[in-house]
């Protein structure tokens, strides 16, 4: 099981996130824990258990969550949540490796 928690900034709303990989059938199932209203209501609606290719190996902008996002989140393009929850079950799955991201302002 990898975790990952997803600081996005001024509004406060961590989010963590648990993925599990099931080796044999592809599947990920991603627990998420999160102070957005529109994240939690977007899990509920989505359900939790993804196949792991239509989930983290997709163009930018595609796949379950985001198209989801598309049609009903406020409006918010920079918010990193999804990003986030797609990264955490790209390591699980073995499809990428894991390692830290961030966003540093330079003054």
């Known amino acids: 099981m990898k975790k990952l928690l997803v600081n996005p900034g001024i509004c406060g709303f961590k989010t963590l996130v648990e993925a599990s990989a099931d080796k044999e059938t592809g599947d990920v199932t991603v627990k998420v824990a999160s102070g957005c209203p529109a994240v939690q209501k977007m899990m509920d609606e989505v359900g939790d258990t993804f196949d792991s290719y239509a989930l983290c190996l997709t163009p930018p902008g595609a796949g379950p969550l985001y198209e989801y996002a598309a049609a009903h989140f406020p ?33």
Request: some cysteine; overall charge negative.
């Open 75 to 107: 409006a918010h393009a920079a918010c990193p949540v999804i990003s986030g929850i797609i990264k955490c079950a790209e390591a699980e799955s073995v499809l990428a490796l894991p390692a830290e991201v961030s966003f540093t302002f330079q003054e």
